[in-house]
């Protein structure tokens, strides 16, 4: 099985800090989706290229660098809150890694994703009504695409990356029917 880790969430759940953090802890490399896209336009910014070239357009640029990673070794990935929304993508996901999702409470979340105007999605007339709208659209989708759920309400980022990583070998056990206590050598 792949050992890949990719982070999915709503804008502002802490994925690219809390995978920069899990990938130094694993040894893994770190990339982020929007980082990707915004240096293959030679540093052009997410705000930008919202507002010149649309949101589908963004979305292709999105799912091209989805594509250059399914060979991808040894990395956490951080996707952008958006990047679940095309069939594709989520299968894509699927292919690259183990797709962790990492949830908070709604205050949290809209705290932190409107802190600056970095989200084009939410620098609009009405944020708020922006941001419920597109979490209530987005939740059952993060849920059905993912393997592992964390809830990092109000915890530090680390004892969130203790939960991933914890809930990561979990999983991989139901999955590979290995036994930790069968394996532990005691005839017990
Ligand atoms: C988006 C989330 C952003 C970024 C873009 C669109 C979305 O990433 O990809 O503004 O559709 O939710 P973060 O989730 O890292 O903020």
Do not use: W
């Not at 705000?47 to 990673?69: I, M, N, P, Y």
């Not at 993508?89 to 908070?104: E, M, Q």
Request: charged content about 30%.
């Amino acid at each position: 099985m792949n050992s890949n880790i990719v982070l999915i969430g709503f804008m502002g759940c802490g994925k690219s800090s809390i995978g920069r953090r899990l990938a130094k802890r694993m040894n893994y490399g770190f990339l982020d989706s929007d980082d990707l896209i915004i240096a293959r336009a030679q540093g052009t910014s997410i705000s930008e290229l919202f507002a010149e070239e649309g949101e589908e357009r963004f979305r292709d640029r999105e799912t091209a660098e989805l594509r250059e990673l399914v060979d991808a070794k040894n990395i956490v990935l951080a996707t952008g809150g958006g990047a679940i929304l095309r069939e594709e993508n989520r299968a894509l996901l699927h292919r690259i890694g183990r797709i962790v999702c990492l949830h908070a409470d709604p205050e949290t979340l809209f705290e932190r994703a409107s802190r600056n105007r970095k989200r084009p999605l939410l620098n609009v007339e009405n944020p708020r009504g922006a941001f419920n709208a597109l979490l209530e659209s987005r939740v059952p989708i993060y849920e059905a695409a993912a393997d592992i759920q964390i809830d990092a309400t109000g915890l530090p980022h680390e004892q969130t990356i203790e939960e991933i990583i914890r809930a990561l070998a979990l999983d991989l056990n139901e999955k590979t029917g290995f036994e930790p206590s069968r394996a532990s050598g005691s005839s017990v």
